[in-house]
Nanobody, 120 residues
């Protein structure tokens, strides 16, 4: 069984910063891409950032220059450093990982999400 657990969400003022973490655990053989998605109220889930197994990153245009994703391969953990936050960044942020589990099955895994609220 594989789990993704996010942490680090909360309330922050506009212009502030937050750091999200997502740790993968369980019966993991290999982790390929890891990423962050978000879903604002009344909107569809959208990609925020993705980081490959080689460490390459890609970001949504709306967060480029403000958000940075990184990985600790020794801890099976991905991070999202968010800066210059705007009210429109308010959303539930979900961690995603493409994982080959110990039974050699390739699957997409999701965390339960962490709420980020940007408000004064």
């Amino acid at each position: 069984q594989v789990q993704l657990v996010e942490s680090g969400g909360g309330l922050v003022q506009p212009g502030g910063s937050l750091r999200l973490s997502c740790a993968a655990s369980g019966s993991i053989f290999r982790i390929d891409d890891m990423g962050w998605y978000r879903q604002a109220p009344g909107k569809e889930r959208e990609l925020v950032a993705i980081i490959t197994s080689g460490g390459s990153t890609d970001y949504a245009d709306s967060v480029k220059g403000r958000f940075t994703s990184s990985r600790d391969f020794t801890k099976n953990t991905v991070y999202l450093q968010m800066g210059s936050l705007k009210p429109e960044d308010t959303a539930v942020y979900y961690c995603n990982a493409q994982i080959i589990n110990s039974q050699m099955v390739y699957m997409d895994y999701w965390g339960k999400g962490t709420l980020v609220t940007v408000s004064s």
